[in-house]
């Protein structure tokens, strides 16, 4: 076990910061869809944008920074949350009851610290003016599911009935009209050939 080499890597990756909106409780990631690979494993596609909520519910959601390491220094990161377009909350996490169809903002401004700026010039001869605060930024729509909305309104039994299948039963009646007429008019239009010779 002794006089044995080893070669240790490490990549590292240089990417500019960003945010994420991360729904916690109460909404859940829009299901786009289902995939299979080569090996005929079956894996889901979720929406980063839209987020699905029953009516009437608290969602809660938060802000997850990228990188990592970017969650943990809290002290020179602000956050502010819009909800359709109005300004809400300056906390990383926020919880709202929805009112139909949510447009969900989040701006983040991250400075680097005094310290961490003496030392970037002192070491690599940054400048203060190239180390300015970073913005960016994220944004989801929160949708009501459908289903939710009619239980939660106490439609039931026929009522409900009648205000989910109103366009089949019309779609229903128009072909019955339309067979009807057909089976009217073949008859006559043949009966009426059949006269005239």
Do not use: H
């Amino acid at each position: 076990d002794t006089n044995q080499s080893m070669q240790v890597t490490r990549v590292f990756r240089i990417t500019d910061p960003d945010v994420t909106i991360e729904p916690v409780s109460g909404a859940s990631r829009k299901v786009l869809g289902t995939y299979r690979n080569l090996k005929k494993e079956e894996f889901t596609d979720e929406s980063d944008k839209t987020f699905i909520a029953q009516e009437g519910q608290t969602v809660t959601l938060e802000a997850n920074l990228y990188p990592g390491f970017l969650n943990n220094q809290e002290d020179t990161t602000t956050y502010q949350w819009t909800l359709d377009g109005e300004n809400y909350s300056t906390d990383k996490t926020i919880s709202f009851v929805p009112d139909g169809t949510t447009s969900v903002g989040l701006r983040v401004v991250r400075s680097i610290a005094k310290k961490d700026r003496k030392a970037l010039r002192g070491a690599f001869g940054i400048s203060q003016e190239e180390s300015i605060p970073t913005t960016f930024s994220s944004s989801v729509q929160i949708v009501i599911d459908q289903d939710s909305i009619v239980q939660n309104k106490g439609i039931t039994g026929f009522f409900a009935s009648i205000s989910y299948n109103t366009p089949f039963y019309l779609l229903f009646i128009l072909k019955m009209a339309l067979i009807m007429s057909i089976m009217l008019f073949v008859p006559s239009l043949v009966l009426g050939a059949g006269k005239t010779r």
